[in-house]
């Protein structure tokens, strides 16, 4: 069995079409940006900021050549991308993942901790696994991805024990809910953009 599991169908899933690469794909592969009151592209982790929206593949190299470009194109305009664009996007989709692992955690769907996923995973229980990028691949592989769930290792152990109140956490699990779909999304989207530095997730 894979790690990458299957995930949820959704049906009519919302599409967007990405400025870089043309192509049309679920928004939930897309980050939304658009163009603030003085010409600055700012990135909408949220997706609530007002303003015509403009959506880019959650890849380092797609946001790279948006600011080469597309960006002004996009909303037909010049406009100013920050310095250090791709970085702050990733830092700030790792923080929502966080969170929303921590409210998850407070709602009583998300454990932490080998024996206690382990547990949950014997039990049919887990929607989706957490397991730190900079964890023992040996004591990882000791862990599997039941079929329909998910998997990421895109949070470091200092970012899994943010969200689940410790100094480090390596392994984590998510049951079935609506937080911890939303945990799948935001999570697909910093493993694009973590992958280029050294794969720290598997897919």
């Known amino acids: 069995m894979t790690r990458g599991g299957a995930p949820k169908d959704r049906e009519q899933?919302?599409?967007?079409?990405?400025?870089?690469?043309?192509?049309?794909?679920?928004?939930?592969?897309?980050?939304?940006?658009?163009?603030?009151?003085e010409g600055q592209v700012v990135p909408d982790i949220l997706g609530k900021l007002p303003g015509r929206?403009?959506?880019?593949?959650?890849?380092?190299?797609?946001?790279?050549?948006?600011?080469?470009?597309?960006?002004?194109?996009a909303a037909k305009q010049a406009v100013t991308v920050p310095e250090g664009?791709?970085?702050?996007?990733?830092?700030?989709?790792?923080?929502r993942v966080v969170d929303l692992i921590a409210l998850a955690r407070k709602a009583g769907i998300a454990v932490a901790g080998f024996e206690k996923v382990k547990s949950?995973?014997?039990?049919?229980?887990?929607?989706?696994?957490?397991?730190?990028?900079?964890g023992s691949e040996r004591g990882k592989t000791k862990l599997w991805t039941?079929?329909?769930?998910?998997?990421?290792?895109?949070?470091?152990?200092?970012?899994?024990?943010?969200?689940?109140?410790?100094?480090?956490?390596?392994?984590g699990a998510l049951a079935t809910g609506a937080l911890s779909d939303r945990v799948v999304e935001e999570a697909a989207k910093l493993r694009g953009l973590r992958e280029k530095d050294g794969g720290m997730s598997a897919a």
């Open 146 to 171: 039941p079929q329909g769930a998910r998997y990421y290792g895109c949070l470091t152990s200092q970012e899994l024990g943010l969200a689940f109140g410790r100094q480090s956490v390596i392994h």
């Open 120 to 134: 949950w995973l014997a039990a049919d229980n887990v929607r989706v696994l957490l397991q730190a990028s900079d």
């Open 13 to 37: 899933e919302a599409e967007r079409r990405c400025i870089v690469t043309g192509e049309t794909a679920p928004k939930s592969g897309l980050i939304r940006f658009v163009v603030g009151p």
């Open 53 to 73: 929206g403009m959506w880019v593949t959650a890849s380092h190299d797609a946001l790279d050549k948006a600011g080469k470009g597309q960006f002004s194109r």
């Open 85 to 95: 664009l791709a970085a702050e996007v990733e830092r700030q989709l790792a923080r």
